[in-house]
């Protein structure tokens, strides 16, 4: 089994940063695409980012040239920089990891770190 936990969430203002990490812990030897989600109110949860273990990327449309997803194998971490924030990035925010023969499947999830943008 792996364990996920978020850590960074928090209130910030239009046009600022914050920094969300997650831990994993456990299996880690098992995980292979980490990623980060988002689910804000009444809304469906949405992919903002995935990483694989060789740090290959990719970004939902919405947050390209804003955010950024980075790995630390050696640490087990992964860390989501975003910057120039928008009311619309409001959501709680979930950290996933695919493990080898999930096909393609998010199995692990970590509990969630709410942001909020606001003034």
């Known amino acids: 089994q792996v364990q996920l936990v978020e850590s960074g969430g928090g209130l910030v203002q239009p046009g600022g940063s914050l920094r969300l990490s997650c831990a994993a812990s456990g299996s880690i030897f098992s995980i292979t695409v980490m990623a980060w989600f988002r689910q804000a109110p009444g809304k469906q949860r949405e992919l903002v980012a995935d990483i694989t273990s060789g740090s290959t990327s990719n970004y939902a449309d919405s947050v390209k040239g804003r955010f950024t997803i980075s790995r630390d194998n050696a640490k087990n971490t992964v860390t989501l920089q975003m910057n120039s924030l928008k009311p619309e990035d409001t959501a709680v925010y979930y950290c996933?990891?695919?493990?080898?023969?999930?096909?393609?499947?998010?199995?692990?999830w970590g509990q969630g770190t709410q942001v909020t943008v606001s003034s």
């Open positions: 996933a990891a695919q493990k080898r023969f999930s096909g393609g499947e998010y199995v692990y």
